[in-house]
């Protein structure tokens, strides 16, 4: 079985760490990435579901256009996570 895909998704104003995934895109500019447990990484290292007050959606749709980079996780930042989607 793949092993997921586990990423920080570095945004101009937030960090997020999730499972990532491509998708093909049918127009040009819709969303083609999708962000499977999405979970917001506090500048004190604490996680926060993503828009935990707005939804409980746990896979997400946005636009590579958005993210300005994306970067591995650390090995103790991986295990908190997995320890919140577990």
């Not at 962000?35 to 500048?43: E, G, S």
């Amino acid at each position: 079985m793949e092993e997921d895909l586990i990423k920080v998704v570095v945004f101009e104003h937030y960090n997020l760490i999730s499972k990532i995934e491509e998708v093909q895109t049918v127009e040009i500019g819709d969303p083609n990435c999708k962000l499977v447990d999405p979970y917001t990484v506090k500048t004190d290292g604490t996680l926060e579901p993503f828009l935990v007050d707005i939804t409980r959606d746990k896979e997400i749709m946005i636009g590579s256009d958005k993210i300005i980079t994306i970067v591995e996780p650390t090995a103790t930042l991986i295990e908190k996570y997995k320890d919140l989607i577990d």
